[in-house]
């Protein structure tokens, strides 16, 4: 089992940004490739970005590209999600997720095996 707890969602206003952080467990962290999706109301749970193993390799959604940056610190099990330039379409329940398996990013969902309990982030109008 692995289990993911993700922590710094909260309310931002347009243009700021925000700093997620998802801590593993009860799994070797160097051997877990990471990602990031996001849910809004209504909507499914849609890719936002990926990382490798050793952290050499990130993926991200067209919609995040250059303005979110994912980073991992592998001695602190920790995996990171920068966002900046936030806008108000960035708002959903933000969860990490961990592949066991695969060796590289994927941005499909099913590719992932475990779930953290997400956390909100709203970015105001």
């Known amino acids: 089992q692995v289990l993911l707890v993700e922590s710094g969602g909260g309310l931002v206003p347009t243009g700021g940004s925000r700093k997620l952080s998802c801590t593993a467990s009860?799994?070797?962290?160097?051997?877990?490739?990471m990602g990031w999706f996001r849910q809004a109301p209504g909507k499914e749970r849609d890719f936002v970005a990926g990382i490798n193993r050793s952290g050499e390799m990130t993926s991200y959604a067209e919609s995040v590209k250059g303005r979110f940056a994912i980073s991992r610190d592998n001695a602190k099990a920790t995996v990171y999600l920068q966002m900046n330039s936030l806008k108000p379409e960035d708002t959903a329940v933000y969860y990490c997720?961990?592949?066991?398996?695969?060796?590289?990013?994927?941005?499909?969902?099913?590719?992932?095996?475990?779930w953290g309990q997400g956390t909100q982030v709203t970015v105001s109008s």
């Open positions: 997720a961990a592949d066991i398996y695969s060796l590289e990013v994927s941005s499909s969902r099913f590719a992932y095996n475990h």
């Open positions: 009860g799994r070797e962290f160097g051997r877990l490739t």
